[in-house]
């Protein structure tokens, strides 16, 4: 080959390597902005688990029970009044639910290393914007073609607020828990996990501020995306910003990497079950690695509820809006990853 032709070659592999080096440091650098804007899992530590429901606690979980029609309310939360092994003579006087947390505290307490246990009361949101337009337009054209719009030119159910029936519902859900806390004596949540999107920052508080909660555990809500509804195209399903969400709620906790905008909705594609499993079975993950609370109350939607009962092993039981249901769950660690 001529000297010149190998200089040229020469020349144009150093070429390439320049701008292949070029674009890898943009790409990297690109990564890494983008990463920084997802939301961030705890510092502190995280395992993988095995969920598993502890059975013969709760109506809901029983399968002769029929979950239409189930009144939360006549059944005292579906707690299953029965003996348990941690019972003993004093406590004749004590209410159902407070020999029941005997029973979970002794759980607890004998838990071996890599073992743990909570009680989850999940709360579906109230009837929103959303809610309606689906009812009126029907489940095929909502999907087909409403859904992917902001509203109707009357009503806007991008990022749906709580319609008033809605809110109605949700006060009655509030009633609901004051009655448990203080008449059937149910332990009151030490933490509170909320989706952002706004019918549930809304559920939230409707249902919980105001309540007369104990000392030490308050009211004190963190906003996580993992809770959210099932991703994509449905515009009722992508959040409003980081902006919007603080100035209604101000005195509420973002976790960390809360992004200003809404980074994980996209209007071409629909999350399917498998992977909203994936990202609830992340977020069980991280709950029970991180958060010593044995009573949480987690405020989401009726696809991230099914979820949940999926990844936990907890058969269907479908929730109306404004639901609730409490599931007793036994996580065994697998493995540090």
Request: contains cysteine; aromatic residues 12%; charged residues 25%.
């Amino acid at each position: 080959m001529p000297a010149f032709r190998i200089i040229e070659v020469r020349k144009a592999t150093i070429i390439f390597v320049i701008v292949a080096f070029a674009l890898i440091a943009a790409w990297t650098s690109l990564g890494g902005a983008v990463r920084s804007k997802l939301p961030k899992m705890s510092s502190l530590k995280h395992f993988s688990y095995d969920f598993e429901v502890v059975p013969g606690v709760f109506l809901q979980d029983d399968p002769s029970t029929e979950w239409s029609g189930f009144n939360p309310a006549q059944h005292n939360f579906g707690l299953i009044d029965r003996t348990y092994d941690s019972d003993d003579d004093g406590m004749s006087n004590l209410s159902a639910w407070q020999r029941f947390d005997k029973f979970v505290q002794s759980l607890v307490a004998a838990a071996s290393d890599g073992v743990s246990y909570k009680v989850l009361y999940m709360g579906r949101h109230g009837q929103g914007f959303h809610n309606v337009a689906e009812s009126s337009y029907g489940t095929k054209a909502w999907n087909d073609y409403w859904s992917k719009l902001e509203g109707n030119g009357t009503v806007i159910w991008a990022d749906a607020h709580l319609t008033e029936v809605g809110e109605e519902q949700v006060l009655q859900a509030h009633e609901f828990i004051a009655s448990q806390l203080s008449d059937k004596m149910m332990p009151a949540p030490e933490a509170y996990y909320v989706s952002p999107l706004y019918r549930c920052l809304q559920t939230a508080n409707l249902t919980y501020a105001g309540l007369q909660l104990p000392v030490d555990r308050p009211f004190k809500p963190i906003i996580k995306e993992l809770l959210r509804e099932d991703l994509g195209e449905h515009t009722c399903d992508r959040r409003s910003s980081r902006t919007v969400i603080h100035r209604a709620f101000p005195e509420w906790r973002f976790e960390s990497g809360f992004s200003e905008h809404d980074l994980l909705w996209r209007a071409d594609y629909r999350e399917t079950d498998e992977e909203h499993d994936v990202r609830t079975r992340a977020f069980m993950n991280e709950l029970f690695s991180n958060d010593r609370s044995t009573y949480i109350s987690l405020t989401s939607h009726s696809g991230a509820i099914a979820s949940k009962l999926r990844v936990l092993g907890h058969r269907v039981f479908t929730l109306p809006t404004g639901g609730m249901i409490p599931v007793l769950v036994k996580a065994t660690r697998r493995e540090a990853s």
